[in-house]
């Protein structure tokens, strides 16, 4: 199983480095890798916005573009080869940096500053090999240049590849914008009223009704309290695939549970197929039978499942995938109808993946805004027909 590794501590730039190893790895395996790819690395890469936990974006790009053993392999190797490269950049970047700061203090060449070289610039002469002034010079001169309002600015060509990178990877990835708040909002509209108690609630509609019939006011007319009788099983899907949507699917919960208001609601853990047994903890720890947690749902139970179904990596699994997979919903189904699946990755990336047969047996629906009101609808009865989402 494989488990996320914390990013490094390098200066590596995370837009350079996926850019270079996209272009590099693609090139170097024949595959069918497209800008969508890139853009949903770079999008992971970000991390966690409300822990700022991030990944190693070798890992990070293992789990998103590799199929095989044979594919971690040659982008292991491409990692290998593409970091001193990036390395070089970010550190001449930042040194330019340096230069066209205003803030930075002037020095003249008589200055003992110029004259006398730190312990920093002494180590980077060493490991860095010298360059002509004439060639440096002919370096400066071939960088595009671009205007802005506060003066000039160069542009960078590998940012320059990809532009409008964090809208448009937010766009592309599952992590479609759901803040916290729009959660909370979705799953307080899953409900299914019930009543509970003596009646002690004052009915004020129906007493001003009587009070008109009867001409005088005698007492008032009192009801049971209302609550939220809905119930809610999750089931999410945990690390390999899902390692870059953990903040996602933890806020999600996070909103069920705390702040929804729904009578009921338990949350169990999976790694790829929910089969014999599922977890009660995050970490996939406190196994419990999956036939004992279906046993104790009722009828109008709503069931969420949270999974790429394959759709991150791409991958088409007939027998330990799909077929498994298939086979659970239709034992959840005969328990209960009001069955919904959000998968994080959009819709475009189901295609060719197991994701794209398993949303035959369930209604599935992207991670976004509207997703996720729609997966509640099908929780709530509202949507008589199931369907794949778009």
Same mark, same amino acid.
């Given at each position: 199983m494989s488990t996320p590794r914390p990013a490094d501590t390098s200066t590596i730039s995370d837009l350079e480095a996926l850019t270079l190893a996209f272009n590099?790895?693609?090139?170097?395996? &024949?595959?069918?890798?497209?800008?969508?790819?890139?853009?949903?690395?770079?999008? /992971? =890469?970000?991390?966690?916005?409300?822990?700022?936990?991030?990944?190693?974006?070798?890992?990070l790009t293992e789990q998103l573009w590799c199929k095989s053993t044979d594919d971690v392999?040659?982008?292991?190797?491409?990692?290998v080869e593409i970091r001193p490269r990036v390395e070089a950049q970010t550190n001449a970047d930042s040194s330019r940096g340096k230069e066209a700061d205003p803030s930075s203090p002037t020095t003249t060449a008589d200055s003992p500053l110029a004259q006398?070289?730190?312990?920093?610039?002494? &180590?980077?002469?060493?490991?860095?090999?010298?360059?002509?002034?004439?060639?440096?010079?002919?370096?400066?001169?071939?960088?595009?240049?671009?205007?802005?309002?506060?003066?000039?600015?160069?542009?960078?060509?590998?940012?320059?590849?990809?532009?409008?990178?964090?809208?448009? /990877? %937010?766009?592309?990835?599952?992590?479609?914008?759901?803040?916290? =708040?729009? %959660?909370?909002?979705?799953?307080r509209r899953f409900?299914?009223?019930?009543?509970?108690?003596?009646?002690?609630?004052?009915?004020?509609?129906?007493t001003v009704r009587r009070t008109a019939d009867r001409g005088f006011f005698l007492e008032p007319v009192l009801r049971r309290r209302e609550r939220n009788d809905a119930e809610l099983l999750m089931l999410v899907d945990q690390e390999g695939? %899902?390692?870059?949507?953990?903040?996602?699917?933890?806020?999600?919960?996070?909103? /069920?549970?705390?702040?929804?208001?729904? =009578?009921?609601?338990?949350?169990?853990?999976?790694?790829?197929?929910?089969?014999?047994?599922?977890?009660?903890?995050?970490?996939?720890r406190?196994?419990?039978?999956?036939?004992?947690?279906?046993?104790?749902?009722?009828?109008?139970?709503g069931v969420l499942i949270v999974s790429d179904a394959g759709a991150?990596?791409?991958?088409?699994?007939?027998?330990?995938?799909?077929?498994?997979?298939?086979?659970?919903? /239709?034992?959840?189904?005969?328990?209960t109808r009001y069955v919904a699946w959000l998968n994080p990755m959009p819709a475009h990336r189901w295609e060719g993946s197991s994701a794209r047969y398993v949303a035959v047996g369930v209604p599935m629906l992207p991670m976004t805004k509207d997703g996720l009101n729609q997966a509640i609808a099908y929780l709530r009865g509202s949507v008589a027909k199931g369907g794949r989402g778009g």
């Open positions: 590099s790895f693609r090139s170097r395996v &024949n595959r069918s890798l497209g800008t969508r790819d890139l853009l949903d690395a770079i999008a /992971a =890469a970000q991390g966690d916005p409300a822990t700022g936990e991030r990944f190693e974006l070798a890992w392999e040659e982008l292991q190797q491409t990692w006398t070289p730190t312990s920093e610039e002494t &180590n980077k002469s060493l490991d860095e090999p010298q360059k002509p002034q004439e060639e440096e010079s002919r370096e400066a001169r071939s960088e595009p240049k671009k205007e802005s309002q506060g003066g000039e600015s160069r542009v960078d060509p590998v940012t320059a590849a990809v532009p409008d990178h964090r809208d448009r /990877a %937010m766009e592309a990835a599952s992590a479609g914008p759901v803040p916290r =708040a729009g %959660m909370i909002h979705a799953w409900r299914r009223p019930g009543h509970y108690g003596a009646p002690s609630v004052i009915d004020i509609p129906e695939s %899902m390692a870059p949507f953990h903040w996602l699917t933890r806020d999600l919960v996070a909103a /069920a549970v705390e702040e929804s208001g729904i =009578a009921n609601v338990r949350v169990f853990y999976f790694h790829d197929v929910f089969q014999d047994q599922v977890f009660q903890q995050a970490t996939l406190e196994p419990v039978s999956f036939d004992r947690v279906l046993a104790s749902c009722r009828p109008n139970c991150a990596r791409g991958s088409l699994d007939t027998d330990g995938r799909i077929v498994p997979t298939l086979r659970l919903l /239709a034992r959840v189904r005969r328990k």
